[in-house]
Each structure stands twice: as structure tokens, then as C-alpha cells.
């Protein structure tokens, strides 16, 4: 059974830090590339940051020299470190992984946890 575990969300001040995990089961993990999408209330989901197999990262626009999102291989595991939060970036933050290296190309997302940043 395929599983993305998110962790790490939680309430933060303007300024503040969070650091989100995800794990993940049943998945040749070293095979899929990974990504962190998240998701606004009356938004569409917007991607994050994206770190594929060849351990290269990149970022959306708004958290570009903010955030770092980061593979551990050998835990199964995505992070994505959130500096110098703002109000905006409150948001459900979703794991995305995607087999890019298999023919269908098969797509996994975890439940998504939340970040509320606010004074």
C-alpha cells in the first residue's frame, strides 16, 4: 500500500520557521521524482518546490530563497525547511510523488497538513 506521510505543520508567527516531512511507503523511492504542492482556501493548488531523482531542486517564484525543499533516500523522506514565513503561505501543504521514470507514470499525494502563519 502506497503511503505520504506529512508532518511538521502546525501555527507560526510572521518571521517564524516550520519544517515539514514527509515519508513515504510502497514506492521505489529513489525512482520518484518529489514535490511540495500546497493549497489555499478558494486557491487552486499551486506547486512549491520540486526536488527529482537527481537530487535537484526548484522552487515556485514566491518562496524562492525561503524555503528548501531536500530528499533523504535512505529515510524515504522529502523536507521542506520554511524560513521567514509570511501570511501567505498559509496553506494545506501537500507530499507529491511522481514515478516519471515508469511508463504510467503513476502519481501519489499525501492528506496534506496544515501551516497557519498569524499573529
Known amino acids: 500500500q502506497v503511503q505520504l506521510v506529512e508532518s511538521g505543520g502546525g501555527l507560526v508567527q510572521p518571521g517564524g520557521t516550520l519544517r515539514l516531512a514527509c515519508v513515504a511507503s510502497g514506492i521505489s523511492f529513489d525512482f520518484y521524482d518529489m514535490g511540495w504542492y500546497r493549497q489555499a482556501p478558494g486557491k487552486q493548488r499551486e506547486l512549491v518546490a520540486t526536488?527529482?531523482?537527481?537530487?535537484?531542486?526548484n522552487y515556485a517564484d514566491s518562496v524562492k530563497g525561503r524555503f528548501t525543499i531536500s530528499r533523504n533516500n535512505n529515510k524515504n523522506a522529502v523536507y521542506l525547511q520554511m524560513n521567514s514565513l509570511k501570511s501567505e503561505d498559509t496553506a494545506v501543504y501537500y507530499c507529491n510523488a511522481v514515478g516519471n521514470k515508469f511508463v504510467a507514470r503513476p502519481t501519489y499525494w499525501g492528506q496534506g497538513t496544515q501551516v497557519t502563519v498569524s499573529s
Open positions: 526536488v527529482a531523482t537527481d537530487a535537484v531542486p
